[in-house]
């Protein structure tokens, strides 16, 4: 009898397992419509990834281009990365792209940059004021952005290229000989302004018996530079103008879009040569245009989120199997 009861209550329990397995089953079929298993997957090792220490990944280096008020974008971008926990190991910026890229190697917070940015003002980065103004008209002087190392060195501290968390190389030219000026080591404000010195406008900066002026003269996204030190990956950031849109109603517009038709050429194939391209939809934005702040900068994130399960994946794949699942 025991025994009988004890085969019973198996088939009995055995009747309702099955039962149960099959709505399960029907549940996962139907869950199974919706599920990415690619996403899924890269989300896994995404976490794994973003743990390895350098000699364990591909060394990826982020490159950010110039473009004055459009290159707020940057920051955008950046608070993506910061986001997602994306290493960068080293960062190659021109003009606007110096500057980003200083806070961000600095260790500096994203929000608190795009606070900052958000209440920026031309008085901020040079000695623009009507007087400045009226003897730039009249005499032909140029303005100063010496205000904007001040500005940059109380926002971060004083400190030198060496000294930030992330390696920053900053582009520059050299207004007498026409050379591209890597600069790697010294003040790093001093290092984003020079960077940012564009010419006609400001006055070039002096350097070790050079004259500096605006990297973005020479190119604009100088994916080439990052190449030299053989990343793994490059990423680079286009906030380029659309010359089309542009406006050349004053003396500064009409320069900068003398820049970027020179440089139109050289962004193309430097973007060509990049592993990941993040170009914000900031093309109509000009580049003195304070007031489209914030725009850029939702601009830059939306863009930056958009592309990320690509950029993902592109790491992932570049990195050792081994290394991701030990």
């Not at 990826?60 to 290493?87: D, M, W, Y």
């Not at 009507?130 to 730039?136: A, D």
């Not at 193309?268 to 245009?289: E, F, H, R, T």
Request: proline fraction near 3%; include cysteine.
């Amino acid at each position: 009898m025991i025994n009988f009861k004890s085969r019973l209550y198996k088939k009995i329990i055995s009747f309702f397992l099955a039962v149960f397995l099959s709505f399960q089953i029907q549940q996962v079929y139907i869950c199974a419509k919706e599920f990415d298993e690619d996403e899924f997957l890269t989300d896994i090792l995404w976490n794994k990834y973003a743990s390895l220490n350098k000699d364990k990944r591909p060394t990826t280096a982020l490159v950010l281009g110039g473009g004055g008020a459009r290159g707020f974008a940057h920051l955008g971008v950046l608070k993506s990365f910061e986001n997602e926990n994306l290493p960068i190991d080293f960062v190659v910026g021109v003009s606007i792209g110096s500057i980003a890229g200083l806070f961000y190697c600095a260790g500096f917070s994203m929000d608190s940059a795009i606070k900052l940015a958000e209440n920026f003002k031309w008085s901020s980065a040079s000695n623009l004021n009507p007087l400045s103004l009226f003897s730039m008209l009249v005499s032909d002087s140029m303005l100063s952005n010496e205000e904007l190392e001040s500005f940059l060195n109380k926002q971060i501290g004083n400190i030198d290229l060496n000294g930030l968390k992330i390696p920053l190389i900053c582009t520059a030219v050299d207004l007498n000989t026409g050379e591209r000026i890597l600069l790697r080591e010294g003040n790093a404000a001093f290092a984003a302004r020079a960077s940012a010195a564009i010419p006609g406008i400001f006055k070039p900066v002096e350097y070790k018996q050079r004259f500096l002026v605006d990297g973005g003269l020479y190119e604009n996204i100088p994916v080439d530079i990052a190449r030299i030190f053989d990343p793994g990956i490059v990423i680079a950031v286009s906030v380029s103008a659309d010359i089309s849109k542009n406006s050349t109603d004053n003396i500064f517009l009409t320069l900068m879009q003398a820049i970027y038709i020179q440089g139109k050429v050289f962004d193309l194939k430097n973007l060509q040569d990049a592993d990941i391209v993040i170009s914000p939809d900031v093309g109509d934005i000009s580049a003195i245009d304070l007031q489209r702040t914030s725009e850029a900068v939702r601009k830059g994130f939306y863009a930056s989120q958009t592309g990320m399960e690509t950029l993902k994946r592109s790491l992932i794949n570049k990195t050792q199997w081994e290394f991701l699942i030990e």
